[in-house]
Structure formats: C-alpha cells, structure tokens
C-alpha cells in the first residue's frame, strides 16, 4: 500500500461493507465508487460472525463474490482480518474471551474490540481466521496491504490477564523482591511475598479513578503489559499471514496519540503505519498536524497511510456538525502534506441500521451522486488522479525534534501532584503548535531515535529519564545539539522511583541548574517573567531553581520568588541546553522557539500569513511545497522560489504571489 510497486498513485477509497446490503445493490454501489474516482476499498473489518458461525464451520462465499466483484471493478483491496468483533457463539461458549473493565465488572457479549487480549480462546481462533484468509486470498495481486482487526486498543482486568500479568512481571524482574524494589512497596506495607500476592490495579485496588492510582509503579507496569498483550494478539496474526503472503505489507489501524498503547512499540512490528483522523471542526488545525507527524515519526518519517478519516460527519460527537465545504479536501492534503501516501475514507456507504447510520459516507442514504459530499469527493479524486504518482514517497526534512514517549506520558498522568492541569500532550502541542505557527517542520520521535540528524531538540515535561537517556542527551548537546526542556523533567527514573539529590536528577549538570521548589498555580493565578523585552505569564507550574552554572536569561516577577530564575541556558560542550521552568502563552513559544532556531541556522519552509500552514515533502521528483489556507478569508502568499502548482498547472515564477482563496491548497513542484 506504501511503497509497493502495485501502487502508482495516492490510493483513494476506504472501509466498504457489502456484505450490510443485498447483493443486487452492489453493481451501483461500483458504479458510484468509480464515478468518486475511488480505487482502494478496505474489506471485512468486522464479518467474523458471517465468515465463521461455528467452531469448524467457515464460510467465505459472500467475501469470494465480494473481492471478485471488487476485483472485477479495478479495485485494489485493503484486506481486513475482522478480528476486531468475536461472534456471539464464542462468547456463550468461551466467555474467557470477554473483557473484563476496569471497574471490575465482567462483559457480556456486545459492541466491539470486545475480546480479551488474553483469552486463549481468542488467540486460537483469530489466529486460525487470519490463517485461512490468507490461505483463500493469497493469489489476489490487487490487495495492497492486510488490515489486522480494527482500531486495536481498551484494557482488559479479567482473571486471564491476572494471571499473564504475573508472568510477565516474574520474566521482567525474576524475583518478588526486585518487584518491590521497582514499586517501592515499602510504602503503605505493600510488600508482596509472592507473585501470586499481586493483583491488578483497577478500581478494586489501588485506583480511586483512571488516572488516580496509589503505586504509580504496578500502574505503569500495568499500562505497558497491557499494551504488549494487546501487540501480542496483533503479532499473531501477523506472524500467521507473513508465512503465507510475504510480500504484502501489514498494517493495523492507529489512532493518533492514543493513551493505552504505546505506538512506538507497536511500530516495530508493522510494515507501515496507518490511522485513522477524526479531528473536531474545532480542533486546531496544529493539533491535527503534530497527531500527522507523531504517525510518521513511528517509522523515522517513512510515508503513512491516513486509513480512515469522515468525508462528512462523524456519529459520535455531541455536535455531529458538518465538515464546511472544502474542509475535507483541505484536511485530506494536510494529511499528504505531513507524509500520507493514502486518502481513505470511513466509510464508503452509509448502513441503515446500529449506531453509525448517520455517519458520513461517500454514498449517503440518498443512494445517488447528487449531494455536496459526493460532488466534492469526486473532485479530490479527480485530483488525486492528476498528481498520480508524484509526491508518492516524499520524505519531510526536519532540524526541529520533540520528544514524545508513552511511559513519560503514562507516568505524569499518572502522577499524584504536582497540579491535575498538567497533561504532557497540552505541553508537546504548546511547543509543537510554536514551530508550525512558524512552517518550521518537526519530527515527533521516541527516546530510542537518533538524535545527530537534529540542530534542536525539544523535550516537554521529560519527567520520567529512561536509563542511558540522559547520555544521550548529553552527547547531543556536547557535539552542538540545542536541547530545551521544561519544568518536572528528570524527576524519575523507568520505575517512576525519585532520582535523589535534586531534580531534574540526570539532567542537572547538562542543564546546569538545580530545582529546589515547584509551585503549582491555581487556575486564576499567575507569576510573569520579562523575556526579550516583552512580559509573559507565567502559569501551571513555577520552578524554583538555582544555577550551578547556567546563565539566567528571565526571572520571575512576583511572589516570594520574584527574582528567581525562570528561563536559563546553559552551554554544555559545544552545545546549549534551556530550561523553562514555567509554562507560558503561544505568543512566548514562538518568539523563544523562533529565536533558537534563528540562531542554530534552521530555516522556516517559508513565510506565510497566520494560519497558512507551509510543509515540504521531498522525493526523486524533487521538492514539493503543500500550502494550506486554514482560514476563512484569502491570502496572498509569496512564493520564494519558482515552481508549477500540480493542481492547476499554473508555472509561478520566484518572488510571485499566489491568492489562495479560503480553506483552499496549492502544491507547489519545485524540479
Ligand atoms: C473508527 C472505526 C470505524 C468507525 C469510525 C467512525 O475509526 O475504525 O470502524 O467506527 O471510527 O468514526
Ligand atoms: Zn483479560
């Protein structure tokens, strides 16, 4: 699907699910399909229940009609495994394979992502599922990619998971007294005697609410086995359809910054990475953009398919409001513009019945080509068929890096103080939404990523320093690397254990500080800090800190700690490293991040009015520059250098203005 040499073009298409309606609807459904200019459709999310009413019984002939029909219209397939929902017959038989929630209760059947990622009962039968679709399937040239379950993700708390719970920490420290060094369990007499004292912790435990936990050790730990069982049951049926079809690449459906599993893990295990967008119309459009750039940091910046986003509406919002004219298409080409290689859609026809019926789809219950949605997904298509194979593969080259890791995200979260406004995504975005304010392209990279292809690096709340992490940092800035970092950062080690003799422990001597205090403010205060002539405030958290060598470059201007340091940077070998021991508004981010970067030499891709975003993708074509006017009124946009815009075929000479009306793109090829 990415990088394949059976695809020549932005593949365009999206969830269908024929199998909701009568046969003889189908040749329309291709008719209207085909009028869109849609050429992938993604096959069998969720037909376990038809594909298999029974132990031994396995039933294909709908899916046969239904990959020949597709087939037969020029399709290519994104093959589903349809392991997301169990049938009703495994739950009264195996009712092993149902959850059980975090507050304890044990499921019945129903919904879906329903399955236990424990239960034995559903490793074998998925396993066989995916088995014998790749079996039956295998000689079909046009599917494109494997489609593995469907938005993997929820916790399990059952007795099956209990028990795997316990294996999987006897295998991580051998023996229970590494346990309760590791979760410090001295603490309120938790010390364990046995693995089979531990139980997991939910609201039965040591939680008082999700995010409320009395040993942020088991939590944590909990966190990341939950997300290795779950990447366990993905892994099977990976591994199953691998053997049989080795050269089809295999995906599951991602969801962004999705909390309970940690996707920089995931990645490893799979062959290109695939989510689905489903942003407000309220959302920031920089919150859509670091969601696109977190999916293409998982595989260090190799090409994404957007697998699902709504052409129209979605179902489950309070406020299903419409996607304004012109929005999809936008948003489609942000998705490109960040590394998509993929258009697709949920969903390709509207069901008539159960809870998403009044979703968006490109065919509406109309049943016909004369809406708005349709017109305008016919017009991306044709589009898409326009640019074909150009900016396929294109890679975005970043200077700027911010650090984002799921243990830091799950362990401030869970964290008991300093302040319950403190969320590590809000922080990533202050920083990220700065540099995109800027067209100053970033990677969103995990610890385990290199640092040298970097000028800057930037890491939000580095509360949890892994070990090994810190010297990596520290060799990044020695040889010339500029680092920020912020305010409760070095605090803990990959245990959430203090690291002792002031924070921010490991990062202290790179950072040349040391944070004695920290004061969290209440919503309605604030401190101010004067940076570069202009006074900021100064909010959520103010550390307070010493230099043990770090030059000071603002202070605070109120309370007891008026004075006190605020911004400080120290240079460390041939490097700088500043700490903002405070959180601030947009407008500090970008002058602090602007002027950083104007001094390590890293360039904006170009200079656009507020809220036309700029991004570059590169490949053997050449440059292309994706234009994006997120506003509701036109821009004149000056372009640097010389290039034709691929969607209107217009040649601009350098220096030359291009109006670009409202919500509206240009792609601009520089050869
Ligand atoms: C998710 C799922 C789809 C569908 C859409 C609706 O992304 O993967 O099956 O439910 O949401 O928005
Ligand atoms: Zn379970």
């Known amino acids: 699907m990415i990088e394949s040499n059976k695809v020549k073009k932005i593949l365009y298409g999206g969830d269908y699910n024929p199998e909701q309606w009568p046969e003889d609807t189908w040749e329309e459904d291709m008719r209207l399909l085909k009028l869109a200019h849609i050429d992938v459709v993604t096959l069998n999310v969720f037909s376990w229940a038809a594909l298999q009413p029974d132990e031994e019984t396995y039933c294909f002939d709908k899916l046969d009609k239904i990959m020949e029909l597709v087939t037969r219209h020029g399709m290519k397939i994104c093959l589903a495994t349809s392991t997301g929902a169990h049938p009703a017959w495994m739950a009264r038989k195996h009712p092993d394979i149902l959850r059980t929630e975090f507050n304890g209760m044990k499921r019945k059947f129903g919904s879906r992502h329903n399955s236990c990622p424990n239960s034995p009962t559903y490793h074998k039968y998925a396993v066989a599922l995916a088995t014998k679709l790749a079996e039956r399937y295998k000689s079909y040239d046009n599917i494109v990619a494997w489609h593995i379950s469907n938005e993997f993700g929820g916790e399990c708390y059952c007795e099956n998971c209990e028990k795997a719970f316990r294996k999987w920490l006897q295998k991580k420290y051998k023996t229970i007294d590494a346990v309760n060094a590791a979760w410090d369990t001295a603490f309120w007499g938790h010390t364990f005697y046995d693995f089979d004292d531990i139980v997991v912790p939910n609201m039965l435990s040591e939680h008082f609410t999700e995010n409320h936990t009395t040993f942020q050790g088991i939590s944590l730990d909990y966190r990341r086995f939950n997300s290795e069982s779950i990447l366990n049951c993905y892994r099977m049926e990976y591994d199953a359809i691998h053997a049989i079809t080795p050269d089809i690449p295999i995906t599951t459906n991602l969801m962004g910054n999705y909390q309970s599993l940690d ?321 601030s508004n947009a407008e500090f981010y970008r002058t602090f991040t602007g002027q950083i970067c104007q001094e390590a030499g890293i360039m904006p891709v170009m200079d656009t009015p507020e809220s036309v975003e700029v991004t570059r993708r590169i490949n053997g074509n050449g440059t292309f520059l994706f234009i994006l006017n997120h506003d509701t009124q036109s821009h004149d946009i000056t372009l640097p250098l010389g290039g034709k815009d691929i969607l209107t075929d217009i040649l601009y000479q350098p220096g030359k203005n291009i109006t670009l009306s409202a919500k509206n793109v240009a792609i601009i090829h520089l050869p």
Request: glycine letters at 8%.
């Open 263 to 583: 996707y920089q893990m995931w990645a490893k295990y799979m062959d290109f990475i695939s989510w689905d967008n489903y942003p407000t119309n309220e959302a920031p459009y920089e919150e859509t953009a670091m969601k696109h750039d977190l999916m293409r940091g998982l595989k260090q910046g190799k090409p994404f398919a957007l697998m699902e986003q709504t052409p129209s509406v979605t179902n489950w919002l309070p406020y299903n409001a419409l996607k304004r004219p012109g929005v999809m298409r936008l948003w489609s080409y942000q998705a490109v513009a960040h590394g998509a290689d993929t258009v697709m859609f949920f969903q390709m026809k509207r069901s008539i019945g159960a809870c998403e019926k009044y979703h968006g789809a490109v065919i509406d219950h109309a049943g016909h080509e004369n809406t708005r949605v349709f017109r305008e997904i016919t017009e991306l298509g044709a589009e898409l068929d326009k640019i074909g194979a150009l900016t396929l593969g294109g890679r975005t080259d970043s200077k700027v890096a911010i650090v984002f890791d799921w243990d830091n995200w799950w362990a401030t979260d869970y964290s008991a103080g300093p302040s319950v406004n403190l969320h590590y995504c809000d922080e990533i975005l202050n920083y990220y939404k700065a540099l995109n304010d800027q067209n100053i392209s970033v990677d969103l990279i995990s610890v385990e990523d290199d640092l040298s292809v970097y000028s800057l690096v930037i890491a939000p709340v580095l509360y949890m320093v892994k070990p090994g992490y810190d010297e990596k940092i520290r060799t990044f800035v020695n040889e010339g690397g500029n680092f920020v970092t912020t305010f409760f950062s070095g605090y803990v080690d990959d245990h959430d254990l203090v690291t002792v003799g002031g924070y921010p422990g490991k990062l202290r001597d790179i950072l040349g500080i040391w944070v004695e205090e920290e004061d969290a403010l209440p919503e309605d205060t604030e401190n101010s800090f004067t940076y570069d002539g202009i006074t900021y405030p100064a909010t959520l958290i103010c550390d307070l800190l010493h230099t043990e060598g770090a030059e000071v470059l603002c202070g605070y201007e109120k309370d007891f700690y008026a004075g006190m340091p605020a911004i400080t940077c120290n240079t460390f070998g041939r490097g700088k490293a500043y700490y903002v021991a405070t959180r």
